[in-house]
Structures are given as structure tokens and as C-alpha cells.
């Protein structure tokens, strides 16, 4: 309105100008509608163009209506094998009028940069939805023979469905999504003390052995009150989240922060029509490998530019030791405590080599105490080689000349139905298991607060 009064000096109503810049979008995007009707074609395209893509479109047989969909394109597929075995798995939703969410697996690569591998758009985070997604998932990674560690924000449906369908593999929970759930707990306390209780949680979640993990968490329990701590703790299994009990490789990786950045940029996007939504993430995909790929020629490091840096400030660090040979490939480093290094395992008594899936200082001052080569002993997903080999299958463009002549182009998918709820559009997202607040009551029989009453308690009476 402001626009069309500063050029043309006319005042226009608000209904006048929501409909110009409806019909703007469909002039330049197509109809929402019509872009269902793409679909069939749009997936003969693909895995045509795209060999090796994963294609999966589901439509309501007896009403021809969308339902769901799930790809990833080829290039993504054989380029993720030399990214991190990490996938960050999220969900967010779509700004079309027909509304609906977008799931999403995020990879990660050797210089710390996001790879998106598969999406998939439905109408809701449901069990069966992440599912459906997770099944189509597994059929792509299994090929690949790598143990894959997952990372989430423990949604309702997600979990469930992840127990069903990856059951026994590796799943990280995101420490900021239950910082923000622990910080729910003490709402109404005061700011203060929230963030005194947040820091200790931080402390807690960030524990690289046991004993440092049980004495964090006696610190909270007593400044911030066994009652609220212990009963949020009991619902979370610690392997989960605290980087002591996690035994794989989890490269140092402790919240989702990459998938909320996939997904906020996906979100943004023009996803009006949905076949321009799989046609911009394509666009995007290609643009952001096509820079890589050109940055990734000028590099003659051997790790990738982030990673070397980082290499750098440990070496630095690791000049201050001393170090003392104990046996082959054992040695003792010193600094104001001593620890035991074995660079033939590659661990170090402060477990952070372990963690992080890269040498720590005292790693590094043994290595060169060995004269063994720094690089032989960094993981293999941050060199320069991998890197580039993760973006060396492209994404090839699809040409859309031949598209009134296909034979799926007869094929009329209907839009999903995208009734509007009843009420006032909800302002506030649902909230994941864990920040559902239970409300805390005072127990008739042992006088202490909790989610129990004098029926059902069972605490001992001190007298």
C-alpha cells in the first residue's frame, strides 16, 4: 500500500493490495493449486535427470489428493558418504496456503558448514509422518554401511517413530532445547536464578568424564532444588545428552543449531507452489555446492580452512606442556595435572579426543614428542579430499521444455484439503516432550512438593 501511494500517488485499500500481490506470485510462480497437478511429472524428471535420486510421492487414492512426498537427489546421496557420519533431523512449517510441515535430514560437513540430504513435505509432525520419512531414510543410508548418530529435539511423534524404525542406533538430544525446557522449570523464580540454574545445567551437559559429570550435577541439585532437577533428569536417559556417557563419535556436536538454520532459511523461502519448493532447494543446493566446490580449489591445506585454524590454536596450546615417554605409543603429559595420552588409540585421559573426533593439546604435544606427522592422527571427514569428493556429484538442472508432451502430465493430483481450524490462529508453537510443565502440588502426607498427593505417595516419614 505505502509502495503504490509513493509511486502512482494513489491510495489503495488493504483487499485491493492483497489481491495485486497474490496475483504477482502466481504470475511469477504458477498457481498453488495448478502445481500439485506437476508432481508426477516433476518425478520422472528427477530421477531421470538425477540418477541415483530417491523419489517417493504418495497420493489419497480415493480422492487424488496430495498426501505426502519425500526426496533427496542423487548428488546429495553420493556426496554425503564423505561428509560426517551426523544427521541433524528437524522439522518446520511451510508458508503455502495449504499450510503443511517440512521434515528435513541435515548433514554436516568437514569444514563445518551444513549439507542438506533429504526433505520431506506432509501435512502435519505426526508418528506416522516421521515414519514414513524415517523408513525412506534408512533405505539411503543403508547402502552406505555407516553407523549414522542422530541429533533432535525429542518431538512427540519423532521419538516413537525413531525407536520404530532406527531402533538401537545412535540418537543425541539437543542440550538447548533442554536448557530451554529446564528453564521453564524455574520460571517465576527470577531471572537470576534461571540463569544460575542454566549455567550449571551447561557445566552438566558438557561433563567429559563421570566423576566430573556426578559432581555438576550435585552442585544443581543443591542450589537448584532436588525436586525440580531430579524429576526433569529421570525423563531423560544421560547417554543422550551428557558428552561423558555417550561412547561413539558425536565430533563435538552437542545442539541441532544447523537443522534450525537449514530450516529457517527453508522456511523463507518462496514455497507457494510446491513444485517451486522443490525447485528452489534445488537452485539452492546447486548454488551453495557450486561455491563450495570453487573455494574448495584454492585450498592446499590438508585439513579444510575451519578445522586448520582450529588445529592451530591447539598447537599453541600444547607448547605450554611437558611431555614424559611411558611406553610405546604411551606417554605422560604435564601441565597443572597429568594426563595419560595413547596415540595409538587416540585418547587422552580428558576424553576430549575421544569426543570431539580430533587431538586435544595434550593429543598433540605427544604426537610431536612421537615425531609422528600431526595430520596421520585427524579424522579423515575434515581433509581437504573428502571435502571436495562431498561435492563432486552435482545436482543437474531440469529442462521443463518437453513437460505438455509427458505422459504424467495427464495425471491431476488435487491439492490437500487445508481447512482452516476453528478458534484463533495459534500464535505459540506446540512444545516437545519435556516442556510440557507438570504442575508441582504439596503432598498432604510427607509435606513435600511434587506430582504426588498422600494417596499415591510413598516417601519415608522422618520424625
Not at 435 to 440: G, Y
Request: hydrophobic letters at 35%; charged letters at 25%.
Amino acid at each position: 500500500m505505502s509502495k503504490f501511494k509513493s509511486t502512482y500517488g494513489f491510495d489503495i485499500s488493504y483487499k485491493v493490495a492483497l489481491k495485486a500481490k497474490q496475483s504477482a506470485k502466481e504470475a511469477i510462480y504458477g498457481s498453488d493449486a495448478d502445481s500439485f497437478s506437476k508432481l508426477s511429472w516433476y518425478k520422472e524428471a528427477v530421477l531421470e535427470s538425477n540418477p541415483g535420486s530417491y523419489f517417493v510421492l504418495e497420493v489419497d487414492p480415493s480422492t487424488n489428493r496430495f498426501h505426502r512426498l519425500f526426496v533427496a537427489y542423487g548428488g546429495c546421496i553420493e556426496g554425503f558418504q564423505f561428509c560426517l557420519p551426523v544427521l541433524y533431523v528437524d522439522g518446520t512449517f511451510g508458508k503455502s496456503i495449504y499450510k503443511g510441515q517440512i521434515l528435513s535430514a541435515t548433514g554436516r560437513n568437514g569444514n563445518q558448514g551444513f549439507y542438506p540430504l533429504a526433505i520431506c513435505f506432509c501435512d502435519s509432525e505426526t508418528e506416522t509422518n516421521w515414519t514414513f520419512f524415517f523408513k525412506q531414510l534408512k533405505s539411503l543410508l543403508e547402502p552406505q554401511g555407516r553407523v549414522i548418530t542422530f541429533i533432535s529435539d525429542r518431538g512427540t511423534g519423532l521419538l516413537s517413530a525413531f525407536d520404530k524404525v532406527f531402533a538401537g542406533h545412535p540418537h543425541l538430544f539437543c542440550y538447548k532445547h533442554l536448557v530451554a525446557n529446564l528453564a521453564g522449570k524455574y520460571r517465576g523464580k527470577g531471572n537470576s536464578v534461571m540463569i544460575e540454574e542454566v549455567k550449571k545445567f551447561f557445566k552438566i551437559a558438557y561433563s567429559s568424564t563421570e566423576k566430573e559429570y556426578r559432581f555438576n550435577l550435585q552442585l544443581l541439585r543443591q542450589e537448584g532444588g532436588a525436586e525440580i532437577i531430579d524429576p526433569f533428569l529421570a525423563e531423560i536417559p544421560v547417554e543422550h545428552w551428557c558428552r561423558a556417557f555417550y561412547t561413539g563419535g558425536r565430533y563435538g556436536i552437542m545442539a541441532n543449531g544447523i537443522a534450525e538454520s537449514f530450516n529457517s532459511w527453508i522456511s523463507l523461502e518462496r514455497l507457494m507452489p510446491v513444485y517451486c519448493m522443490l525447485d528452489q532447494t534445488k537452485i539452492k543446493q546447486m548454488e551453495h555446492m557450486g561455491k563450495r566446490r570453487d573455494e574448495a580449489q584454492r585450498w592446499t591445506t590438508e585439513l579444510t580452512p575451519k578445522m586448520e585454524e582450529r588445529l592451530k590454536v591447539q598447537m599453541e596450546i600444547s607448547r605450554r606442556f611437558s611431555v614424559h615417554y611411558s611406553s610405546p605409543g604411551v606417554y605422560e603429559v604435564r601441565s597443572n595435572f597429568s594426563y595419560v595420552v595413547n596415540i595409538s588409540e587416540h585418547s587422552c585421559s580428558c576424553v576430549k579426543w575421544q569426543i570431539n573426533c580430533f587431538p586435544c593439546p595434550h593429543g598433540l604435544a605427544a604426537i610431536q614428542a612421537a615425531s609422528e606427522n600431526v595430520y596421520d592422527y585427524i579424522d579423515k571427514y575434515f581433509r581437504v579430499d573428502m571435502f571436495k569428493k562431498s561435492y563432486s556429484s552435482p545436482i543437474w538442472p531440469i529442462t521443463n521444455v518437453d513437460m505438455s508432451s509427458s505422459e504424467s502430465a495427464t495425471d491431476f493430483i488435487l491439492p490437500p484439503l487445508a481447512k482452516r481450524p476453528p478458534g484463533r490462529p495459534r500464535l505459540k508453537r506446540f512444545k516437545s516432550i519435556g516442556e510440557v510443565e507438570k504442575k508441582l502440588i504439596r503432598c498432604g502426607r510427607c509435606g513435600k512438593m511434587g506430582t504426588h498427593n498422600k494417596k499415591s505417595c510413598t516417601q519415608p516419614l522422618v520424625q
